[in-house]
C-alpha cells in the first residue's frame, strides 16, 4: 500500500533526525574549549538528594501520550521510555500516522552503541561521536546520581546564569567525557562532542533544561541546537519525575511526551 505523502516527508524527515536529537553531541563549527569551572560535587548530592532522596535508582520506565510536530503537522500517540543503571536507554513511539519508531543506545561514553528504527523496523546505527552522551536526555537526574556516573565523566559548577532559551535564572552544570591516556586530539574530540548544559532549578534543584547540539546520523558537519525542558514533577515511590517533558529543535518544539505513569525500580 502507498503511505500518504505526509507519511512519505515524516519518515524520511524522522530518518534524518529522530535518534540524531535524542543524542547529546556538543559539536561546534568553531570548536570552542570547555569552559573551567568547579567540581559540581556539592550540588550533585543536593541534585541526588532532590531527585530520590540520596536513593539510588536502579531503573525507571515513563509511560504517556506524544506529541510529534513536523512543522504546521502534528501525529499523535502513546510513548515508552526506559533507563537502566547500565546506560541503557531506549524511546518507544507508536505515533497515529507513521506507526513505531525507536531511539536506542546501550552502554555510555566512547563504548556506547547507537541505533534507530523506523516503521519498517529496520535498525540503523547512529554516528558513533553521537552516542558519547553520558546522561539520558529524558532523565537527567537519573544519569547525575553519583554512583552511577562513570569514571571518566567530569561534571563542573559554572555558577548562576540562564541555559539556552530559558529566560530564568538558574544553577548551571556543564558535563563532558574525559579520555584517559588518549591523545591530546581524542581527548578534545570527547570534551567537544559529549558536552552537555544543564539548568537546575534554584528552588527545586531538579533539572529544568537540558541543551546540547548535535549533528545527523551521516555525521555532516551541520549544527542542530536541541533543548529539552522539563516541568510538572511528581513524586513517585519517593522519585522526583517530570510529566511533561518537551525537546525542541533550534528553537521550535519538536516533541512533546506526557507522562501518565512512572514505574522504579
Given at each position: 500500500?502507498?503511505?500518504?505523502?505526509?507519511?512519505?516527508?515524516?519518515?524520511?524527515?524522522?530518518?534524518?533526525?529522530?535518534?540524531?536529537?535524542?543524542?547529546?553531541?556538543?559539536?561546534?563549527?568553531?570548536?570552542?574549549?570547555?569552559?573551567?569551572?568547579?567540581?559540581?560535587?556539592?550540588?550533585?548530592?543536593?541534585?541526588?538528594?532532590?531527585?530520590?532522596?540520596?536513593?539510588?535508582?536502579?531503573?525507571?520506565?515513563?509511560?504517556?501520550?506524544?506529541?510529534?510536530?513536523?512543522?504546521?503537522l502534528e501525529d499523535t500517540g502513546t510513548v515508552?521510555?526506559?533507563?537502566?543503571?547500565?546506560?541503557?536507554?531506549?524511546?518507544?513511539?507508536?505515533?497515529?500516522?507513521?506507526?513505531?519508531?525507536?531511539?536506542?543506545?546501550?552502554?555510555?561514553?566512547?563504548?556506547?552503541?547507537?541505533?534507530?528504527?523506523?516503521?519498517?523496523?529496520?535498525?540503523?546505527?547512529?554516528?558513533?561521536?553521537?552516542?558519547?552522551?553520558?546522561?539520558?536526555?529524558?532523565?537527567?537526574?537519573?544519569?547525575?546520581?553519583?554512583?552511577?556516573?562513570?569514571?571518566?565523566?567530569?561534571?563542573?559548577?559554572?555558577?548562576?546564569?540562564?541555559?539556552?532559551?530559558?529566560?530564568?535564572?538558574?544553577?548551571?552544570?556543564?558535563?563532558?567525557?574525559?579520555?584517559?591516556?588518549?591523545?591530546?586530539?581524542?581527548?578534545?574530540?570527547?570534551?567537544?562532542?559529549?558536552?552537555?548544559?544543564?539548568?537546575?532549578?534554584?528552588?527545586?534543584?531538579?533539572?529544568?533544561?537540558?541543551?546540547?547540539?548535535?549533528?545527523?546520523?551521516?555525521?555532516?558537519?551541520?549544527?542542530?541546537?536541541?533543548?529539552?525542558?522539563?516541568?510538572?514533577?511528581?513524586?513517585?515511590?519517593?522519585?522526583?519525575?517530570?510529566?511533561?517533558i518537551q525537546r525542541y529543535v533550534n528553537g521550535?518544539?519538536?516533541?512533546?511526551?506526557?507522562?501518565?505513569?512512572?514505574?522504579?525500580?
Open positions: 500500500m502507498k503511505l500518504p505523502r505526509f507519511s512519505r516527508l515524516f519518515i524520511l524527515f524522522a530518518g534524518v533526525l529522530l535518534f540524531a536529537l535524542s543524542t547529546t553531541v556538543a559539536f561546534a563549527q568553531g570548536q570552542e574549549d570547555v569552559p573551567q569551572g568547579v567540581s559540581a560535587g556539592n550540588v550533585l548530592g543536593q541534585l541526588s538528594a532532590a531527585f530520590s532522596g540520596g536513593k539510588v535508582v536502579q531503573k525507571v520506565q515513563l509511560s504517556g501520550n506524544a506529541t510529534w510536530h513536523a512543522g504546521s515508552t521510555l526506559t533507563a537502566s543503571s547500565d546506560g541503557s536507554s531506549q524511546m518507544q513511539l507508536a505515533l497515529d500516522t507513521t506507526g513505531q519508531k525507536t531511539e536506542t543506545q546501550a552502554g555510555v561514553g566512547t563504548h556506547a552503541n547507537c541505533h534507530w528504527a523506523g516503521a519498517d523496523g529496520i535498525a540503523h546505527e547512529v554516528h558513533s561521536g553521537s552516542c558519547w552522551r553520558p546522561a539520558v536526555w529524558f532523565l537527567p537526574a537519573f544519569s547525575l546520581q553519583p554512583s552511577l556516573q562513570p569514571s571518566n565523566h567530569v561534571v563542573i559548577d559554572l555558577g548562576t546564569e540562564t541555559i539556552g532559551s530559558n529566560v530564568n535564572v538558574h544553577r548551571h552544570l556543564q558535563s563532558h567525557l574525559a579520555l584517559i591516556g588518549a591523545s591530546d586530539a581524542l581527548k578534545a574530540d570527547a570534551a567537544r562532542l559529549s558536552k552537555t548544559d544543564i539548568s537546575l532549578d534554584p528552588v527545586s534543584f531538579l533539572p529544568a533544561v537540558f541543551a546540547y547540539t548535535t549533528r545527523p546520523d551521516n555525521g555532516a558537519p551541520v549544527t542542530i541546537a536541541i533543548e529539552v525542558h522539563y516541568s510538572d514533577y511528581r513524586t513517585v515511590n519517593g522519585v522526583q519525575v517530570p510529566f511533561l521550535s518544539l519538536q516533541l512533546e511526551i506526557s507522562v501518565s505513569s512512572a514505574q522504579i525500580n
